[in-house]
């Protein structure tokens, strides 16, 4: 069994919090998308200056909003534990518990601090970054080999 214990810190807090906000954001504005019609078609109704005061409020809610969350929800989404067994990987947080196979891990970025792991072609799970001072059980030896072939050294998080 391999597991890293405690919350992010550091760079790597930063990290999950500034995906957080991106992924966030991007749902935020497909939601803009989906109702910007909806306005239009209440614009008939009402006078277009009205109308026109709920579309930027709306882009200005899908870009701001994000970062309110991850200032006041604070450590509720960042995994405070993240452990490997029976060839599964589960990451356990205040709100969700989130567990994948370890087959389905398709690359491993070691960032330096830590390690995020990606699962199929786009899917970067936020709850998957495992940061290397918070190992408690195993070693970074054996971490590295169940993931040997797919590990990509020296990546800049994003």
């Not at 087959?103 to 072609?121: A, M, Q």
């Amino acid at each position: 069994m391999i597991e890293f214990t405690g919350y992010l810190s550091g760079k790597t807090l930063k990290v999950f919090k500034k995906r957080f906000a991106g992924l966030y954001q991007i749902s935020l504005l497909c939601g803009v998308v989906v109702v910007t019609p909806f306005v239009i078609a209440m614009s008939m109704q009402m006078h277009w200056k009205e109308a026109l005061f709920f579309i930027p409020l709306g882009v200005v809610s899908a870009v701001f909003l994000p970062y309110l969350q991850v200032k006041t929800d604070k450590m509720q989404m960042v995994p405070k534990r993240i452990y490997i067994k029976d060839g599964k990987i589960t990451a356990i947080c205040d709100k969700l518990d989130e567990r994948k196979s370890l087959e389905d891990v398709t690359k491993v970025y070691d960032c330096g601090e830590f390690y995020k792991l990606k699962f199929g072609v786009i899917e970067y799970p936020l709850n998957f970054l495992c940061q290397k001072d918070h190992l408690t059980k195993g070693t970074i030896e054996e971490f590295e080999a169940l993931f040997e072939g797919k590990i990509i050294r020296n990546c800049k998080p994003r």
